[in-house]
């Protein structure tokens, strides 16, 4: 299984500016001369990192040289014009590069148009497959989340593939807020690969319990094509499940089957296909589900589909929830909600 398809190296600012830094005293206080010794950090970095930081990082490190031009530590760069041209041309060119090697390595998004909206007071994404007949399209909408130790993350594929992740930290798990910043962006980076689900999560797998060992995810992993089959990937008993419209039963019994193995335990599980015709909303237990269905048959707070500028406006499809046991308290589209509807079957 390949997972370097290009992504950014994950480096926080401070942390890459810092070794800029300690790369440039260290050659400063030693007299290095050569080009090399002064840009083989931030030149590493800017291959590596996101475009805006690698710009960043050799900024900074430019800047590092003309200091040590002013102040007598480099006499390298003070007296020699042809290591100081060289330095600066490498750090002009490396971000360049390093945009053009993500970008050649890294997945497209063409085919897909993304949109956002606020529905409920909250971020929505809706991916709309571009050239796909409506009655055969599959659409896919996500809000959230807001509860601490839930998790959501959408990627899109160069075929127009969504894929999403749904996830709760198990009681007892460690490292909550580890998760939530490293899973997600781990995810989006991964699922735009040609892996399928079921190396997306040994990948996530090892992810998990490398951060902490006793760190435990409950997901599930959608594969949501522009039209054709949607594939559901249970891991752990968590996200409420619920299923409507044409073939509810099966996909309700399908999704609703053997747990398998947490993200960080094992990550193990069979996968699901929806029925075409239906719909499908996926939440995490920390809501009970009051309501699915067409959006003109429930009031008050909701999460709907909302339809990219251009395509044919399509039924909404209204989620309600309330805290667990608590079903007469609608709570509208909080934490995450994932809401599928699956195309009707082609021939």
């Known amino acids: 299984m390949r997972t370097d398809e290009g992504p950014p190296l994950q480096v926080r600012p401070t942390h890459a500016l810092l070794l800029t830094t300690a790369n440039g005293v260290l050659a400063g206080v030693a007299g ?31 800047a590092l040289i003309a200091a040590g031009i002013a102040v007598p530590l480099v006499p390298g760069h003070r007296t020699d014009e042809l290591a100081l041209a060289v330095s600066a041309a490498a750090l002009l060119a490396l971000p360049a590069l390093g945009a053009l090697w993500r970008a050649a390595e890294g997945p497209a998004r063409d085919g897909v148009r993304v949109s956002g909206a606020a529905v409920a007071g909250r971020r929505a994404v809706r991916a709309v497959p571009e050239r796909v007949p409506a009655p055969l399209r599959n659409e896919v909408a996500v809000a959230g989340p807001d509860r601490p130790g839930d998790l959501v993350a959408v990627a899109v594929r160069a075929d127009g593939t969504v894929r999403v992740l749904v996830a709760a930290a198990l009681a007892g798990s460690g490292a909550p807020g580890l998760l939530a910043r490293r899973v997600p962006p781990a995810f989006r980076r991964l699922a735009g690969g040609p892996a ?113 500028g251009g395509a044919r406006p399509v039924t909404a499809l209204a989620v309600l929830l309330a805290p667990p046991g608590r079903a007469g308290a609608a709570a509208g589209a909080q934490g995450p909600v994932v809401v599928v509807r699956t195309g009707t079957a082609a021939g």
Do not use: I, N
């Not at 990192?49 to 900074?60: E, G, K, T, Y």
């Not at 237990?285 to 008050?300: K, S, T």
């Open 32 to 62: 290095v001369t050569s080009p090399v010794g002064w840009v083989l950090v931030p030149g590493t970095l800017a291959l590596l990192v996101r475009h805006r930081l690698a710009l960043a990082v050799c900024a900074w490190a430019g």
């Open 196 to 308: 399928g689900l079921d190396d997306l999560a040994v990948a996530l797998d090892l992810l998990v319990g490398g951060l902490a060992p006793s760190a435990r995810l409950s997901a599930v992993l959608l594969d949501v094509p522009p039209a054709g089959p949607v594939l559901a990937l249970r891991l752990g008993a968590p996200p409420v499940l619920h299923a409507v419209g044409a073939g509810s039963a099966d996909a309700a019994a399908g999704l609703a089957g053997p747990a398998g193995l947490p993200l960080g335990g094992g990550a193990h599980g069979q996968l699901a296909v929806l029925p075409a015709g239906g719909a499908c909303a996926l939440v995490t237990d920390a809501f009970d589900l009051v309501h699915v269905g067409a959006g003109a048959e429930v009031a008050g707070p909701a999460l709907a589909p909302v339809a990219a």
